[in-house]
């Protein structure tokens, strides 16, 4: 069920249970990780949830991570080779949904958990090559979407046109993220047009030039990562419209500040800290032989004017108790 009160999403799904940990061989408190591309500042900070947690919980970590965002193939290479060395857990942040399925092979055959964390592996290609990840975490990034849809309505009057900022064409989160906002302001707002930057900064800068010269009228964005969404309030900057909202969805840093200030209007906070900590005490836990939860929704704010320095001095964890079932597994 999907919880938007408050504007907090938060959850945990329990509805299935996978294979009891119990099952596995090795230490799972000696855990491997592979990340996205550390260029990104979410990604870094999700590399100090991990290791973080791991030195609160006593495991040891060794954290691999991509050459930059578009590194798909060189971060399948990196997890090869932790995969020939006696680590007993593994957590994954593929690039793409299919990236990592061969390299996770040899470790679902020698029964190590998989835990999946952020962007999701495509449970079909990974079935067919022969496995299942142990349990996902992350962000529900429908419900994330929705709640920038929903601020958007708050911000804008009613019949507003808007233009959306995907990233990677296919990518799974940023397709729901793009969903969710249209669930919310399907009838009530105008979508003019929807282009893909490719996560990049100054491919939204450059998208929303052009959108804004050719729709002058236009009275907001919403960018599906922060890093666009302050590349589309750039080009606000430049047009002297002041008056175009920009909503992004992270909660990184410099958008939180862009907030503060007066730039951004809002972003949808994701916490990559809390991620990368739940991908650990999710290997911890199967150190203990706990059964893990299949899906585990990771915390979700909207920060906007209103609560800008209260998250930003809070950074990088939520400002108040959200539900954690992972920890909760642990002895």
């Known amino acids: 069920m999907r919880h938007v009160a408050v504007k907090v999403a938060i959850g945990a799904s329990l509805a299935a249970i996978l294979t009891s940990s119990a099952a596995f061989a090795g230490d799972a408190k000696n855990i491997a990780a592979v990340i996205k591309g550390l260029d990104n500042p979410f990604f870094q900070t999700m590399q100090q949830g991990i290791e973080g947690s791991a030195q609160e919980l006593g495991a040891k970590v060794t954290v691999q991570a991509a050459t930059n965002m578009g590194d798909a193939s060189g971060q399948a290479d990196r997890l090869s080779a932790m995969a020939l060395q006696d680590y007993g857990c593994y957590i994954v942040n593929p690039i793409s949904v299919s990236n990592l399925v061969q390299a ?16 999701s592996i495509d449970t079909a290609q990974a079935k067919a090559a022969g496995f299942e990840v142990t349990t996902y975490i992350g962000t529900d990034n429908v419900a994330a979407g929705h709640l920038a849809g929903e601020e958007m ?22 397709n729901a993220r793009i969903e969710g906002f249209r669930e919310a302001t399907k009838g009530k707002l105008e979508e003019i047009v929807m282009v893909s930057a490719d996560w990049d900064r100054e491919k939204a800068l450059t998208a929303a030039t052009d959108i804004i010269r050719a729709n002058p009228e236009v009275a907001g964005f919403f960018a599906a990562n922060d890093i666009m969404a302050l590349g589309a309030q750039r080009a606000v900057d430049m047009s002297g419209n002041k008056a175009i909202k920009v909503i992004g969805l992270d909660g990184i840093v410099d958008a939180m500040k862009s907030v503060e200030s007066g730039g951004m209007a809002a972003t949808v906070a994701q916490y990559p800290y809390i991620v990368g900590a739940m991908g650990t005490e999710a290997c911890v836990a199967a150190s203990q032989g706990a059964t893990l939860p299949p899906k585990v929704n990771a915390p979700v704010l909207v920060v906007n004017k209103d609560n800008a320095a209260a998250s930003l001095k809070n950074f990088p964890r939520p400002g108040g108790d959200y539900p954690d079932p992972l920890r909760d597994l642990i002895k």
């Open 104 to 119: 996770l092979v040899p470790l679902a055959n020698k029964k190590v958990p998989i835990v999946n964390i952020d962007s």
């Open 153 to 174: 309505l708050r911000i804008v009057p009613a019949g507003s046109k808007v233009a959306l900022i995907a990233g990677i064409v296919g990518d799974i989160g940023s």
